[in-house]
């Protein structure tokens, strides 16, 4: 089984261009069809150049940092407890 008990938020199907796009698309509706997994449409988005994802931004040439992330880094008081450490250590 490809899929068994799988719970996400996203899946990312990269593509350089419109044709191998499609041919993706066509394989991600197959295995959810064939595996009885449905989404909403109004949650999906299609043909995006930057995808943002657990605090990165992906693109075709990488992977980048959210700059609001880094501006709460940034912005972050220097912790003096341990509760703040973890909690600074928690969002890097």
């Not at 449905?38 to 992977?63: P, T």
Request: hydrophobic share 35%.
């Amino acid at each position: 089984e490809i899929l068994h008990q799988v719970g996400f938020e996203i899946v990312v199907l990269p593509s350089t261009d419109d044709r191998g796009r499609r041919s993706q698309d066509d394989l991600c509706h197959e295995v959810f069809q064939d595996n009885g997994i449905y989404v909403k449409l109004e949650k999906c988005s299609f043909a995006q150049d930057e995808v943002e994802f657990l605090g990165q931004k992906i693109k075709d040439d990488g992977l980048m940092m959210d700059g609001e992330k880094i501006n709460a880094i940034q912005d972050w008081e220097p912790p003096t407890k341990v509760t703040e450490l973890r909690s600074f250590l928690g969002l890097v």
